[in-house]
């Protein structure tokens, strides 16, 4: 079940995260730094601390090892529809799939918890182009703002419509 603590994905850990450890909170915090220093506040939707413990948010981190890899998130925004959040590759784990494998993994849960759709949103500048198209790989198609975004010439908007059994 892709929802318990812990989930092998690959050659990586995916585990639930309760974002207590030293590591994970120093590669969200570089996250949103990062974030923000690439976009302007009206445009940078990436999501603080308390954010991430809202209790509709739940952030998987990646392992290999006693090495975190990467990190993702999901965002319940009703009981149809779910966002993917802070996704991130930690330094020096880059190229070597662990977005892909964390993305795969939000896909499953997302699956798991009988969402219709799975959306994200991103930046439109040519930083945040490698980004783009792994979701496109993976089968997610443009769309319009969603949830409680606006029309933002500096994001993109990105859903993937999921089957229910």
């Not at 506040?41 to 952030?59: G, I, N």
């Not at 290999?64 to 991130?88: F, N, T, Y």
């Not at 795969?104 to 783009?132: C, I, K, N, Q, W």
């Amino acid at each position: 079940m892709t929802d318990n603590p812990i989930t092998p994905v690959g050659r990586l850990t995916v585990v639930a995260d309760d974002l207590s450890g030293a590591q994970v909170l120093a590669l969200l915090a570089a996250h949103h730094a990062e974030m923000a220093d690439t976009s302007p506040a009206e445009s940078m939707h990436a999501l603080d601390l308390t954010a991430l413990r809202d209790p509709a948010v739940t952030v998987w981190s990646a392992w290999s090892g006693d090495d975190l890899a990467g990190c993702g998130a999901l965002k319940e925004l009703d009981h149809e529809h779910a966002e993917i959040k802070s996704m991130r590759t930690a330094d020096g784990h880059t190229g070597r799939g662990v977005a892909a494998a964390v993305l795969a993994h939000l896909v499953a849960v997302a699956h798991e918890r009988r969402y219709r759709r799975l959306s994200l949103e991103t930046g439109a500048e040519d930083y945040f182009a490698p980004a783009r198209r792994l979701y496109q790989r993976h089968g997610f198609t443009e769309c319009g703002p969603f949830g409680g975004y606006s029309p933002d010439p500096l994001s993109r908007f990105f859903t993937l419509r999921l089957v229910r059994d």
